[in-house]
């Protein structure tokens, strides 16, 4: 059975940094794509970041571009956010989710995971900025 499992949030001023760390248990993780989400109180659901299984096609919310990187260890099993210059719009419960596709992924189909999600979930971390 797979299952994702989220660490390294907590609550950090704003301009700062944090690194998110998702490890997937039951299945390679090179099998997989990876995504993080989030949910802030009383707003829907974001795709942050998403990264294909092979690691050569990432994609990045606007809200995010140029403070985030997303990457992957499929030796290690983990698909890692790190999150710099951070904003307080930036709290919200962050999730990671995976997705398995036959066959080649693609900018599209990326994009549309961070759109949808994945079919896997883990249970999230909150990220708290604010001073």
């Known amino acids: 059975q797979l299952k994702l499992v989220e660490s390294g949030g907590g609550l950090v001023q704003p301009g700062g940094s944090l690194r998110l760390s998702c490890a997937l248990s039951?299945?390679?993780?090179?099998?997989?794509?990876i995504g993080w989400f989030r949910q802030a109180p009383g707003k829907e659901r974001e795709g942050v970041s998403c990264?294909?299984?092979?690691?050569?096609?990432?994609y990045y919310a606007d809200s995010v571009k140029g403070r985030f990187s997303i990457s992957r260890d499929n030796a290690k099993n983990t698909v890692d956010l790190q999150m710099n210059s951070l904003k307080p719009e930036d709290t919200a419960v962050y999730y990671c989710?995976?997705?398995?596709?036959?066959?080649?992924?693609?900018?599209?189909?990326?994009?549309?995971?961070?759109?949808?999600?994945?079919?896997?979930w883990g249970q999230g971390t909150q990220v708290t900025v604010s001073s």
């Open positions: 989710s995976a997705d398995f596709k036959l066959g080649e992924w693609s900018y599209h189909t990326i994009q549309a995971m961070c759109d949808m999600g994945g079919a896997h």
């Open positions: 039951g299945f390679p993780l090179d099998s997989y794509a």
């Open positions: 990264i294909s299984s092979s690691d050569d096609i990432t």
